[in-house]
């Protein structure tokens, strides 16, 4: 039962290209795990730059360093 969560700057996306982002992620999460692809879900949410630390940064991504798959190019 994978879950993705996405979380980025405001891009404007339309309802399909948000569509089409969530449908090639999920194609990356059943190829890789070998998921089923009605088992897969996808979240995506805009935040805001200027709320990115507080909301983004201090809660999700620094506290969960050590277990990042990919780390960020960047510290705040």
């Given at each position: 039962?994978?879950?993705?969560?996405?979380?980025?700057?405001?891009?404007?996306?339309?309802?399909?290209?948000?569509?089409?982002?969530?449908?090639?992620?999920?194609?990356?999460?059943?190829?890789?795990?070998?998921s089923?692809?009605?088992?897969?879900s996808?979240?995506?949410?805009?935040?805001?730059?200027?709320?990115?630390?507080?909301?983004?940064w201090?809660?999700?991504?620094?506290?969960?360093?050590?277990?990042?798959?990919?780390?960020?190019g960047?510290?705040?």
């Amino acid at each position: 039962m994978p879950h993705v969560d996405v979380k980025f700057f405001p891009r404007g996306l339309t309802e399909e290209a948000q569509q089409a982002l969530a449908d090639e992620l999920s194609d990356v999460i059943v190829k890789h795990l070998q998921s089923k692809a009605s088992s897969v879900s996808v979240a995506l949410e805009e935040v805001e730059p200027d709320n990115w630390k507080a909301q983004v940064w201090d809660k999700e991504i620094a506290p969960n360093l050590d277990k990042l798959a990919k780390k960020p190019g960047y510290s705040m």
